[in-house]
Structures are given as C-alpha cells and as structure tokens.
C-alpha cells in the first residue's frame, strides 16, 4: 500500500519499488520543475536533509549519478528536492527515509544509470532522444544531434541547427547556482557533412534553471558517449581534391553490437579523459561508480 508524506507544497509517496514526488505551482511554474516525478527506489543513493530553522529546510532525493548535494537556492527550483518550512515537515520525510531504507533493503542495486539506457536506446535500437528546454530542445540520434530554438532569433537566421556528431570537439555546460547558464557545442563546421546546417553561433542555448541544467548534464555525457562510439566504429576517408562542404562519410563494416561490459565503458571514458573531453577528477568518479 502506498505511503503519503507531506513536505512544504510538495509530497511523496512511497510504493514498493519507486517513489513519486509530486509538486505545486511554485516549483512548476517558477522553477521549470515536472509537476510529477518518478524515481525507482534502486536508482536513489540517498536522502540529503537540511534542517529547517530560522531558514526552510529541504530533503534532496539523490540519485545515482548524480550532484551530491544542493544548495538551498538550487532546492527551491530542484524537481528532486521537497522543501521543508517546519518541523512536521522534516519528522515526514525522515519517516519517509526510514520506510524507503526498509524497502531498499530488499531490492537489489540499479546496475545501470539512466544515460545509460538512453545510449543503449540510441545504439542498440536507432531510436532517439529528446531533451526539453525554455530556450531550446536537443533530439539525440546515432549520427546527429538537432537544436531546436523557440524563442526568436535574428532575422534570417534558422530555428533549426544540425550537427553531426562526429565533427563534435566538445561540449560545455556552465551554471551558476541558481542554474543558469548556457550549452555550448563546439565543432568543426569545416569538416562537417551535408548533414550539418546552419552556423557555428548557433550551436548554443541559454539554460533556464537548475533542472534544465540536470536535463542537458545528461544530454552532455550522452553526446560525448555518442561521440566516442561514432569515432570507433566509423572511418571518415576526405578527397583533398573535394571541397570540405562536399565531403562525406564512409561507413566501413561494422561488427555486431554486443552489451558492453564494465570494461568496455572504462576504455571510453578513457577515450574521453584522452581526447580532454573530461577531467581527471571526472574520470575518477565514473571509475568508481563503475568498480563498484
């Protein structure tokens, strides 16, 4: 039987194997937040609390993965987060926390994060995913990836850019705490194919808020995964007697795709860390995770 558990305009209820957190107006339409959000009880690493007093408190539902914490400016936006205003509120959620610690006892580990079966989704399916922004939205496939924009943009310039994710060198996410901020892909529209369009500026976006920012963290770490299987299974052959816009592809054979193992994904973030497509430091953590 599902439990119920009520923080500051925002609940949780509680099943045998996932947790549905459900918000008010002042998160979905002020801070960009779902209205509701599921999370599997054997994807959530913990449950960061912040004591309210003189200030609101807040629970953070963190999950595998993800940021280890939340500043109470990120809480009050975060889609993750129930803000607590008094002390019922906090004696809730550490009933909450009790009853998921009983029932986590008896599910075994989420083996795989979400990006990992949005690249398995891509990869072993040829589907594609969507990311959905204020400003923009990305659409993620196995060769591309589409920027759509929504708000308006100078006269003659495209609502849509293409980008094939080949000619990616990299990608940047920044925020501040509040969780704005802008992506950034950076590639060489010089080498790309006919598949790309448009022009170099428009390979950005502004980021309206600390759950855009969680959204498209994960749309970076699918593209750069993306990136390095796309370079390890393609072989590009340039014609130096071919103008660079007409240059294409050639798709050389490929061998059939099989689960990757713990090993398989060490080598490409390896590549990655390699190329300086993330840090050291960033590289540890993934290590860790995956060693675990």
């Known amino acids: 039987m599902p439990h119920v558990f ?3 305009r925002s609940t949780v209820t509680v099943h045998d194997d996932k947790l549905i957190i459900r918000h008010g107006r002042f998160k979905t339409f002020g801070g960009g937040a779902r209205k509701e959000v599921i999370l599997p009880l054997n994807e959530l690493e913990d449950m960061v609390f912040e004591k309210p007093g003189f200030f609101p408190g807040f629970c953070y539902f963190r999950r595998l993965g993800a940021s280890p914490n939340r500043t109470r400016l990120e809480a009050a936006s975060d889609e993750y987060t129930v803000m607590l205003h008094s002390s019922q509120h906090y004696v809730q959620l550490q009933q909450a926390k009790k009853l998921i610690d009983d029932k986590q006892a008896h599910i075994e580990p989420a083996t795989e994060l979400e990006v990992d079966r ?3 989704r891509i990869v072993m399916e040829s589907s594609s995913v969507a990311f959905d922004g ?4 990305l659409e993620l496939t196995m060769e591309t990836v589409t920027i759509s924009y929504k708000r308006l943009l100078p006269s003659g310039k495209p609502n849509t850019t293409i980008i094939s994710i080949s000619t990616i060198d990299s990608i940047t996410l920044s925020t501040d705490n509040a969780g704005n901020g802008l992506f950034q892909i950076h590639h060489d529209s010089q080498s790309s194919s006919s598949l790309h369009t448009g022009t170099p500026d428009l390979s950005e976006f502004r980021i309206g808020n600390i759950n855009e920012s969680t959204r498209f963290s994960k749309a970076k770490e699918l593209m750069e995964r993306l990136n390095v299987h796309y370079k390890a299974n393609h072989k590009i052959r340039y014609d130096p007697n071919v103008d660079t816009n007409e240059r294409k592809y050639i798709n050389y054979p490929r061998s059939p795709l099989t689960p990757r193992s713990t090993a398989d994904e060490l080598r490409e973030f390896k590549a990655l860390l390699d190329e ?17």
């Open 134 to 137: 204020m400003y923009a939205s």
């Open 6 to 8: 009520k923080g500051a």
């Open 276 to 292: 300086g497509i993330i840090t050291e430091e960033e590289f540890e953590q993934k290590k860790a995770q995956l060693l675990r």
């Open 118 to 120: 949005m690249f398995d």
